[in-house]
C-alpha cells in the first residue's frame, strides 16, 4: 500500500527553527509538496521537491532524498501566525496526490 | 472571481436527500479534484478531472458522482446522502505545468444527519 508517515503534532518556540520530517511509500514517485493549512482553511501551496535537494524560499525551506523516501520542511524564524497544519504529499505514478495526515504545530511565545 | 470558488460553505443535510457541492474556477486550470478532509485523515480523493468532458474515480468515490461539462465547473452530487459521508469536502484544480500545483477553494462543511 501507499502510505505517508509525518508527526502528529509538533511544538516550537517562537523564534526558533523547528524541522517536519516526512517519509513516504508509494507507487512510484513524481514529485513531493508540502502545504499549510489553518485551522478552518484550505491548504495552501508552500514547497515543491521532484530532484535531490533543499529548496529555499524565504524563511521556509523543503529537502527531499528519494533513495530515503524522505523529506524535510523546514521552518526558520517562527511566528506566531506560523500556528498551523503542514500536510505532506506525494505524486505517484498515477500522477495523483498522496497526502499525510498533517503535523499539527503549535507556536508558544 | 478570483481562484476557486465553493458553495455552499456549511450545510446540515438529512440523510436520503440529494445535494450537490459547487466548484467555479477562473484560472483556466485544465484538472480539476475533489477531495475530502476527515479528522486525523488526509486529505482522499474523490473524483478528479484531467480536462473538460472526461473524469476519473479516485480513492473514495462510492456515494458521489461529477461532472465536467466545461472547464470551469466541477459540481459534486451526493445521490442519496449518509452519515459517513459528514466531512469537509475540498475543491482543488491545477495547471499542468512542470509541477501541476494543486490550488484549493476555501472547502464546504457538509454534516449529514
Known amino acids: 500500500g501507499q502510505n505517508i508517515d509525518q508527526p502528529t503534532e509538533m511544538t516550537a518556540t517562537e523564534g526558533a527553527i523547528v524541522q517536519i520530517n516526512c517519509t513516504y511509500q508509494?507507487?512510484?514517485?513524481?514529485?513531493l509538496f508540502w502545504y499549510q493549512q489553518h485551522a478552518g482553511e484550505a491548504p495552501t501551496f508552500l514547497s515543491y521537491?521532484?530532484l535531490d535537494g533543499l529548496e529555499e524560499k524565504g524563511r521556509f525551506s523543503s529537502f527531499l532524498s528519494r533513495s530515503k523516501g524522505y523529506s524535510y520542511l523546514l521552518l526558520k524564524e517562527l511566528q506566531m501566525k506560523d500556528s498551523a497544519s503542514y500536510l505532506c504529499?506525494?505524486?505517484?505514478?498515477?500522477?495523483?496526490?498522496?497526502w499525510g495526515a498533517g503535523t499539527k504545530l503549535i507556536i508558544k511565545p | 472571481i478570483a481562484g476557486i470558488t465553493q458553495a455552499p460553505t456549511s450545510q446540515i443535510l438529512a440523510a436520503g436527500r440529494r445535494m450537490t457541492l459547487r466548484c467555479t474556477q477562473d484560472?483556466?486550470?485544465?484538472?480539476m479534484y475533489w477531495y475530502r478532509q476527515d479528522l486525523g485523515l488526509g486529505l482522499r480523493l474523490i473524483h478528479y478531472?484531467?480536462?473538460?468532458?472526461?473524469?476519473g474515480k479516485g480513492e473514495v468515490p462510492d456515494g458521489y458522482s461529477v461532472s465536467r461539462a466545461n472547464t470551469d465547473d466541477f459540481p459534486l452530487t451526493l445521490a442519496s446522502a449518509v452519515p459517513s459521508q459528514t466531512s469537509v469536502y475540498f475543491c482543488?484544480?491545477?495547471?499542468?505545468?512542470?509541477?501541476?500545483?494543486?490550488?484549493f477553494g476555501p472547502g464546504t462543511r457538509l454534516t449529514v444527519l
Open positions: 478531472s484531467n480536462t473538460a468532458g472526461t473524469t
Open positions: 504529499a506525494v505524486r505517484d505514478s498515477n500522477y495523483q496526490l498522496i
Open positions: 482543488a484544480s491545477s495547471d499542468a505545468g512542470d509541477s501541476d500545483t494543486q490550488y
Open positions: 508509494t507507487s512510484g514517485f513524481n514529485g
Open positions: 484560472m483556466r486550470h485544465n484538472a
Open positions: 521537491n521532484v
